[in-house]
């Protein structure tokens, strides 16, 4: 979903549970798409990245999905943890330092 | 290293004051960025420096003005700000043709 004045979207997933979260782009000409996670009271972190000639790439618990014919990012992270609560927001990177944000989406892992 | 630190943490200051946000990072990045955050909303960037000369400048107001004195720290020069502008200023850093940005804790910053 699309955030509204300050409403973020949110997910909330069991403890154990995978969660996917989703992000629609517009640039079709990036060259990479990328995922950070943001805890409270602290700055974006890097969690995985994708380039555009990819469909799918997998990290450590994380699994990012790229499909180009609709404009569409996903992030699933396996076995959702307590820790793993946060603001997550997907950007993309066209080159030349340019990076553009989408509006995040809160996960709440519930225990 | 792989850190970016910010000083100070919080700032408050009124419309007359000026003041400076301070960024560093010694990891040996060639690219370094501002961003402004408003509450629930993504990052914004303002401003990128690469190998020490501006390289992007997001149509920000001149009431912000950028200053890289070396490869390793980043200065964001605030003067007459508004009410408006309070937000988390971000900065973060990269390798030159990297991807992955290290970020920063932030300067909560309120105008008053």
């Known amino acids: 979903g699309e955030s509204v004045g300050l409403h973020l979207p949110t997910l909330s997933v069991q403890e154990g549970d995978n969660s996917i979260i989703n992000c629609a782009y517009s640039?079709?000409?990036?060259?990479?798409f990328i995922w950070y996670k943001q805890e409270s009271g602290k700055g974006p972190q890097f969690i995985i990245d994708?380039?555009?000639?990819?469909d799918k790439r997998q990290g450590q618990r994380v699994t990012v999905l790229l499909n180009k014919t609709v404009k569409h990012l996903s992030l699933q992270i396996a076995a959702t943890q307590p820790g793993d609560s946060a603001v997550y927001f997907c950007?993309?990177?066209?080159?030349?330092?340019?990076?553009?944000f989408g509006t995040g989406t809160r996960l709440k892992v519930l225990a | 290293d792989t850190e970016v630190t910010q000083t100070p943490k919080h700032l408050v200051m009124g419309m007359t004051n000026k003041k400076s946000l301070k960024c560093e990072q010694h990891?040996?990045?060639?690219?370094m960025y501002w961003y402004k955050q408003k509450a629930k909303k993504p990052p914004e960037l303002m401003f990128v420096?690469?190998?020490?000369?501006?390289?992007i400048n997001e149509s920000v107001p001149s009431r912000f003005s950028p200053e890289c004195p070396n490869s390793s720290l980043l200065n964001l020069h605030l003067h007459a700000l508004q009410p408006e502008d309070s937000a988390l200023y971000l900065c973060?850093?990269?390798?030159?043709?990297?991807?992955?940005?290290?970020f920063g804790p932030g300067t909560r910053l309120t105008v008053l």
């Open positions: 973060a850093s990269s390798r030159a043709s990297g991807v992955e940005q290290f």
């Open positions: 990891m040996g990045h060639r690219a």
């Open positions: 420096y690469s190998y020490e000369k501006l390289s």
């Open positions: 994708i380039r555009s000639n990819m």
């Open positions: 640039n079709s000409a990036s060259d990479y």
């Open positions: 950007a993309d990177f066209s080159g030349t330092y340019k990076y553009i």
